[in-house]
């Protein structure tokens, strides 16, 4: 009986063959600048990648589960200012993301589902709280310029 359970577990077990390789990949563009690095599996982009503008800064970092974006992704301009931050799980974006507008000098804290806003959206200028937004499925459902109204209005909200 024993042989019998041995003999099946090495049949199920992938011959070393089967595994895909992990290697690190660095990819250029036809001028041979830089456009991305990171790490394949069997084809696919797992674990941690970063993509570059044309001038060589930083477009985008974060992580991939087989081709896939998930967890903490950050965004950043030409310039490489940080333009955006957020979760993806499964290659949506999803829960928490913070919106960088440096003309207007704001930062907007967003709760996306499915890459739609889709609940608050905190406006902080100069690191105050001016006003407050509610989304759903990416429409605009009110706005309060007080924390005062918007509890008054939204009692069992909380904003964090």
């Not at 359970?5 to 290697?23: R, T």
């Not at 609940?119 to 937004?133: A, H, N, P, S």
Request: glycine share 8%; proline share 2%; net charge positive.
């Amino acid at each position: 009986m024993t042989s019998k359970i041995i003999a099946l577990l090495l049949l199920m077990a992938p011959l070393k063959g089967d595994v895909p390789e992990k290697m690190y990949s660095r990819q250029f563009n036809e001028l041979g600048i830089l456009t991305s690095e990171g790490w394949l599996m069997g084809g696919m982009m797992i674990h941690y990648w970063k993509f570059y503008h044309p001038n060589g800064n930083i477009a985008s970092e974060g992580h991939f589960t087989t081709n896939d974006k998930s967890g903490y992704w950050y965004f950043y301009d030409r310039e490489g200012n940080l333009k955006k931050e957020g979760h993806y799980s499964k290659g949506t974006a999803e829960n928490w993301w913070i919106f960088y507008d440096l003309v207007r000098q704001e930062k907007r804290k967003v709760q996306l589902q499915k890459n739609q806003k889709n609940g608050l959206c905190l406006v902080y200028k100069d690191r105050q709280l001016i006003k407050v937004e509610k989304y759903k499925a990416d429409q605009k459902q009110g706005e309060w310029s007080s924390l005062r109204s918007f509890k008054r209005d939204n009692p069992k909200a909380t904003l964090y």
